[in-house]
């Protein structure tokens, strides 16, 4: 883990091409550019049978459930499997804010929570030359939540899955883009 700077904040981490900073004392902002359209990487984050194929950490690990209700108000559900030793890990939300396809706001809760309270995860997507650089911001309920969720590898599994993502983009038939460039 990196080390705290003058302030006792945590610096910035490279995660391959994972960036993550600590910007405040209770948020953790994570950045990747993605070689897609952002309507493209809105659909794989929005769509439960193309969320599963990417969001399930690192190796070994599966999404059995994925449920996404994409309306303000609407309810989110993922359920992670270890698949060598069946351990389980399931998270859900409500979604604040959507705005596609640029904005996405849902809280976050585990189902065993491993940190205090609830956070609320924001992510913006913003589109340049036909590359798209996605910015979560999780803003946890404390200092101590944060650090919490620093002390884990919740880093590494981010950029397992965003890696992932990247490459479910790349081949774009994966995601049943038609000749137009739009989604099928």
């Known amino acids: 883990m990196d080390t705290p700077n003058s302030r006792g904040e945590l610096s910035i981490k490279n995660t391959g091409t994972?960036?993550?900073?600590?910007?405040?004392?209770?948020?953790?902002?994570?950045?990747?550019?993605?070689?897609?359209?952002?309507?493209?990487?809105?659909?794989?984050?929005?769509?439960?049978?193309?969320?599963?194929?990417?969001?399930?950490?690192?190796?070994?690990?599966?999404?059995?459930?994925?449920?996404?209700?994409?309306?303000?108000?609407?309810?989110?559900?993922?359920?992670?499997?270890?698949?060598?030793?069946?351990?389980?890990?399931?998270?859900?939300?409500?979604?604040?804010?959507?705005?596609?396809?640029?904005?996405?706001?849902?809280?976050?809760?585990?189902?065993?929570?491993?940190y205090p309270g609830e956070a609320l995860d924001t992510w913006v997507l913003v589109e340049q030359g036909g590359r798209t650089t996605i910015t979560l911001t999780v803003l946890y309920e404390s200092r101590e939540a944060r650090d919490a969720v620093l002390k884990t590898p919740m880093a590494d599994g981010v950029a397992a899955g965003y890696d992932r993502l990247a490459e479910m983009l790349a081949s774009g038939a994966a995601l049943g883009v038609e000749k137009g460039g739009g989604v099928a």
Request: aromatic residues 12%; contains cysteine; charged residues 25%.
């Open 18 to 114: 994972l960036k993550v900073a600590t910007p405040s004392d209770r948020e953790i902002v994570m950045t990747r550019v993605f070689d897609a359209p952002r309507h493209l990487v809105w659909e794989a984050m929005t769509r439960p049978e193309l969320v599963q194929r990417w969001l399930f950490g690192p190796p070994g690990w599966s999404m059995p459930v994925c449920e996404i209700d994409l309306r303000v108000g609407g309810n989110y559900r993922y359920l992670w499997r270890h698949d060598s030793d069946g351990h389980q890990m399931g998270m859900r939300g409500i979604y604040r804010e959507v705005v596609p396809p640029e904005r996405l706001v849902a809280t976050e809760s585990f189902d065993e929570s491993w």
